[in-house]
């Protein structure tokens, strides 16, 4: 490996001082000599400038800047990580740290929450920031008509009120030690108010770049902004909507992309020997599911639920739609690397023979159902809804695939049809994945699974502040949702991502992808 070539590693892949050592060393560097050439690039200050060109595997014309709807990549990384920002973020090691806050305390029932504001932010428009934005921003995902996302983790906020304008109290019915979080959640970022309501249609936010055109599911251009709170880097940033995996390749080998998002898995070392493209892959929380409306039959059946999860091969899955680049899920929706994560008791792993004896159970000798599909939801998903089919026949069930249209499916068949397929980003605390996707009610509950049970569990862990309780309780979680809830959680997919090697970063965030959707803020060409 030559020295360039090593220089290259470091900077786009982030190899530790240790890994970089080794490295060189095998290149015939002296010790002494790559412990100085890693000091000095590790002193190395990003770079300011360029237009960073972004193709991303989402995107829909049915998209809109809507913070409590926003359920792809490309809105997410468009409307929260370059137009707006939180009160708080999470760095690249899970930790969460103040953003538009400057500092935030609770009181020792963790029941009242007070935030001070960090002084001197600016909107877009030039206003400045201040205590009732955040407070509109909030109020904005809650009412009982509130269709936000946002709503079930706010559904413990009793109170949100301005302390002068540089402080924000929430009250809270029960206490959260995870509070900081949710207001990471990238539906709740703050937007300039007027009379108590908030612009969001015109994306003005105080995030890094500032909307110079907004196509809805096709492409995002922004300017970096000068006044902002933060660091950034690039001058401009264009994000395209390329939803068809061989075109988003295309793109990034041609040059009309600096980055590309779901990489092809089929082509993948093709692509990491081009000496111009490096590959990023993180194991991080995001998961392929199949969710089933428990709301209408056969689904809301538990024994045709069981049926279903023992019908399914994961591991075919993992090794044939991955390529290895991920891990089996075993209904679970909490990954390895989130705190209070525990194994579910009973593995689903396939096994005919379980599903005959749930199909019986179920009064049933045969199940015939459709399953809707289109590589919108993920890369591979209409080949992984085939093989699926195929695994089931074998056990007694017929899996009809039905092939859906990319655009609008998120709007058109997610959360519409029976029984779909869907992708997660993962969530940094048990609490903010439940409460989003599996509490009754919840805007994005894509299984429609009630439990009670799991309800009351998960509130009682919200406000336990005793490590040791919450565990327990978030372990009786995980175990609920994989025996008894509607989703299947087929597989944790690896990160994997490429890029252009003249791009620069820091360490990556797993939380998301696209370095926590925050790429256009952290990253930089060298």
Known sequence: MTLDRLKTLTRTRGLSRREFIQQAMAAG???????????AMARAEPKKGGRFRLGLGS???SDTLDPGSIPDTFNQIVAWGALRSSLTDVTAEGKIVPDLAESFESSPDAKQWVFKLRKGVEF???KSLDADDVVASFKFHQGADSK???KPLLSDLTEVKADGKDTVIFTLANGNADFPFVTYDFHIPIMPAANGKVDWESGVGTG???????EPGVRFEGRRFANYHGQTYFDEIEVLSIVDVAARMNALITGEVDFADRADLKTLPMLARNP???VLEIAGFAHYTAPMNCTVAPFNDKNVRLALKYAVDRKELVDKILLG???VGNDNPIAKGVPFYAEPKVQHSYDPDKVKFHLKAAGLQTLAVDLSTADAAFAGAVDAALLMKESAAKAGIDINVVREPNDGYWSNVWLKKPWCFSYWNGRPT??????TAYVTGAAWNESFWSNGTFDKTLAAARSELDAAKRAQMYAELQDLQAEDGGALVLMFNNLVNVHSDKLAHGAVAPNYDADGMKITQRWWFA
């Open 430 to 435: 048990p609490d903010a994945m439940f409460t």
């Open 208 to 214: 890094p770049y500032v909307k110079s055109s907004y």
């Open 325 to 327: 680049h991920g891990t």
């Open 29 to 39: 560097i002296t010790v002494a000599s790559a412990q100085t050439l890693y000091s």
């Open 148 to 150: 936000s996302a946002a």
């Open 124 to 126: 877009h428009n030039g």
């Open 59 to 61: 995107g829909s014309t």
């Open 276 to 278: 111009g493209i490096a």
